[in-house]
């Protein structure tokens, strides 16, 4: 199975500052059809996870600019520029090339 | 709008079954295929099992091979989850989750979750 690590566990933000989280799999996650199988997703409080970031970088629909994804191979991060109210949560790394379809531990997001 | 509505949970005995249900809504539920996600209390996801739009490829986590069953009716436009011989570390609330039709793990929208405690 591919491993993903997420770092860090937690992160405290204040509200219009970034925040930055980590995640690295096992192996490559680039296909030989050209795309990179890196998806992020968020549970916010009380909620189901919603996707968030597929194939690395791209945003799912409805999902603000603040977001922003980037990495190849094994190493990829999501940033927030500026982070909201809305944004706290927790966040997992999921990859999507090969089955089992494994999650990152999650990064949990507060508000300072 | 696209919905997702799981039932089925419980309270249910270590070995003993618990099927769970997955109704859709909103799109057309036989061209997708579809899975079932996982998270025990207090911790992350995991993912169980998924389904083919036509029923006729699954794959398994290996935790639930052999134990848990995932099938479809696209008449009924639903989707199940047969667990049999239940362990105590089965207890999570389970999603159901669409997946696109290109890629298995983008996963879109996701149910409410259904409770499945295992306990004596």
């Known amino acids: 199975d591919i491993v993903m690590t997420q770092t860090p566990l937690s992160l405290s933000v204040t509200p219009g500052q970034p925040a930055s989280i980590s995640c690295k799999s096992g192996?490559?996650?680039?296909?030989?059809?050209?795309?990179?199988?890196l998806y992020w997703y968020l549970q916010k409080p009380g909620q189901s996870p919603q996707l968030l970031m597929y194939?690395?970088?791209s945003r799912f629909s409805g999902v603000p600019d603040r977001f922003s994804g980037s990495g190849s191979g094994t190493d990829f991060t999501l940033k927030i520029s500026r982070v909201e109210t809305e944004d706290v949560g927790v966040y997992y790394c999921?990859?999507?090339?090969?089955?089992?379809?494994?999650f990152g531990g999650g990064t949990k997001v507060e508000i300072k | 709008q696209v919905q997702l509505v799981e039932s089925g949970g419980g309270l249910v005995k270590p070995g003993g079954s618990l099927r769970l249900s997955c109704a859709s809504s909103?799109?057309?539920?036989?061209?997708?295929?579809m899975n079932w996600i996982r998270q025990a209390p207090g911790k992350g996801l995991e993912w169980v099992s998924y389904?083919?739009?036509?029923?006729?490829?699954?794959y398994y986590a290996d935790s639930v091979k052999g134990r848990f069953t995932i099938s479809r009716d696209n008449a009924k436009k639903s989707l199940h989850l047969q667990m049999n011989s239940l362990r105590v570390e089965d207890t999570a609330v389970y999603y159901c989750?669409?997946?696109?039709?290109?890629?298995?793990?983008?996963?879109?929208?996701w149910g409410q979750g259904t409770l499945v405690t295992v306990s004596s």
């Open positions: 989750a669409r997946a696109s039709i290109r890629q298995l793990a983008l996963l879109d929208p």
């Open positions: 909103g799109f057309s539920f036989s061209d997708y295929y």
């Open positions: 389904i083919s739009s036509s029923g006729g490829t699954t």
């Open positions: 192996q490559s996650l680039l296909h030989s059809d050209g795309k990179t199988y």
């Open positions: 194939e690395v970088s």
């Open positions: 999921m990859q999507g090339i090969k089955l089992p379809l494994t």
